[in-house]
């Protein structure tokens, strides 16, 4: 059956502009990082990708190495993207990433010109794609001049394989390094893709939002939720087809942390949300977070994220209670 996207997609999702640039971008996006792979089944990605456009999800997050095994995911966004996107594509925004081995020998990762351009040029094929909206550098080379990486990202741009370019993982340090590179090159960095949830907040201590506001870049966040620790799927006994039981991942579901959701969660009862929803709605909190980028195992997961844009707004006396709450996770 031909896909026909739904005619109220852009009804109930908000934009947010990325930094001080013209673009907009959902307040929830989506990734691909798991369960697009080639070990997964075909129709599932299908359908969470159909109803996540139908829900106003107008931005895709994908990277070379997601999978597994990698290269796969792309490959599974190609085949959707051909059956059923291919007439929306200039209402969607595609990005890409490349940083983390995807070949062997000494060109296969991290932040050269030679490996960026090559994955970049590699990943349009798998995509079936003539540009991306956003290409990232992935993470930071330690072993790269910072000014060969953001040069490589000026090149994809001026060659026309992406329109904007991002980075991930950097530091508020290296992010301010990397913005004035690419502002004397003439390509300013549009958007930072830092890890941050109410676990993992290493972002706040490190000045990474405040630095963002000052050189105008917007902020996608990913594990919002933890892998779905900040999801009520823990707070009983752990699913045995969940990531945590396939994957074993021991004391990150310790019981402390375990509590602390079981304590949250009643917060997001007392709002009419659940557990997920709560979380989303923490990370958005900040004026400088464009978007929050989730996962997904199937279509209602991610209903259920874009619902939590109903209820975004903490009171300080919520906040106050999830703040003694988390104390020093």
């Known amino acids: 059956m031909v896909y026909q996207a739904a005619e109220s997609r852009y009804d109930g999702m908000k934009y947010r502009r990325s930094g001080r640039s013209g673009l907009l971008l959902p307040a929830i996006s989506l990734g691909i990082w798991w369960n697009f792979g080639g070990v997964d089944k075909l129709e599932n990605s299908r359908a969470m990708?159909?109803?996540?456009?139908?829900?106003?999800?107008?931005?895709?997050?994908?990277?070379?190495?997601y999978g597994p095994p990698p290269g796969s995911a792309e490959e599974t966004f190609g085949l959707i993207f051909r059956s059923d996107l291919a007439p929306y594509r200039d209402e969607l925004v595609v990005s890409n990433k490349a940083g983390y081995l995807m070949w062997p020998g000494p060109y296969g990762e991290w932040g050269s010109r030679k490996y960026l351009i090559a994955s970049c040029d590699q990943s349009l094929k798998r995509c079936g794609l003539d540009y991306f909206d956003i290409f990232y550098s992935h993470r930071p080379?330690?072993?790269?001049?910072?000014?060969?990486?953001m040069g490589a990202l000026d090149a994809i741009v001026r060659s026309g394989r992406?329109?904007?370019?991002?980075?991930?993982?950097?530091?508020?340090?290296q992010t301010c390094q990397a913005a004035r590179i690419l502002k004397e090159l003439g390509t300013p960095c549009l958007i930072?893709?830092?890890?941050?949830?109410?676990?993992?907040?290493?972002?706040?201590?490190?000045?990474?939002?405040?630095?963002l506001g000052d050189h105008g870049i917007g902020c996608i966040s990913f594990s919002p939720l933890d892998q779905g620790i900040l999801t009520n799927k823990y707070i009983g006994d752990v699913p045995e087809d969940s990531r945590a039981a396939k994957h074993d991942w021991g004391d990150r579901l310790a019981q402390e942390k375990l509590s602390k959701v079981r304590q949250l969660n009643a917060i997001a009862r007392e709002r009419g949300q659940n557990m997920a929803q709560l979380a989303l709605a923490w990370n958005l909190r900040h004026p400088e977070m464009?978007?929050?980028l989730i996962g997904a195992s199937k279509p209602e997961q991610i209903e259920d994220a874009v619902a939590a844009?109903?209820?975004l707004e903490?009171?300080?006396e919520e906040l106050g209670r999830i703040e003694t709450i988390l104390g020093d996770s």
């Open 49 to 65: 990708l159909r109803r996540a456009f139908d829900l106003g999800i107008t931005h895709i997050d994908i990277a070379n190495n």
């Open 141 to 149: 080379d330690p072993d790269t001049p910072m000014e060969e990486t």
């Open 162 to 173: 992406a329109l904007y370019i991002g980075i991930s993982s950097y530091t508020a340090e």
């Open 192 to 211: 930072h893709q830092p890890r941050y949830n109410m676990f993992d907040r290493r972002i706040e201590a490190d000045g990474l939002l405040e630095a």
């Open 290 to 292: 464009t978007s929050a």
């Open 309 to 311: 844009l109903d209820n």
């Open 314 to 316: 903490l009171s300080a």
